[in-house]
């Protein structure tokens, strides 16, 4: 499958942004989707995760509340919604997919990955 992320932007802190995800080549529904995120200078680190039915979903704690992943599984979208955004959210937002059950409570063991959208919040 190929992922591609769209839907970055610059925008202030306490606004919102919906990041897109197109998957290509086979079916969403397939996969177990991720979003991820890497600052500059830190780590990437996850962000949400969504089931291959979408069923159950799962996310960081610094995103708990404010941000909701999603799936569509008829238009083979991913989304990942963000509301009350913080400047500490600025970051490059990667989609990813993996046909297996990810591990280590959905953080982990992704195969697939996307080029990534960058998100910047304005203090």
């Known amino acids: 499958v190929q992922l591609q992320a769209s839907g970055g932007g610059l925008v202030q802190a306490g606004g919102s942004l919906r990041l897109s995800c197109t998957a290509s080549?086979?079916?969403?529904?397939?996969?177990?989707m991720g979003w991820f995120r890497q600052a500059p200078g830190k780590e990437r680190e996850f962000v949400a995760a969504i089931s291959w039915s979408g069923g159950s979903t799962y996310y960081a704690d610094s995103v708990k509340g404010r941000f909701t992943i999603s799936k569509d599984n008829a238009k083979n979208m991913v989304y990942l919604q963000m509301n009350t955004l913080k400047p500490e959210d600025t970051a490059l937002y990667y989609c990813a997919a993996t046909s297996r059950r990810p591990l280590n409570g959905a953080t982990e063991g992704y195969d697939y990955w996307g080029q990534g959208t960058q998100v910047t919040v304005s203090s």
């Open positions: 080549g086979r079916a969403v529904s397939s996969y177990f």
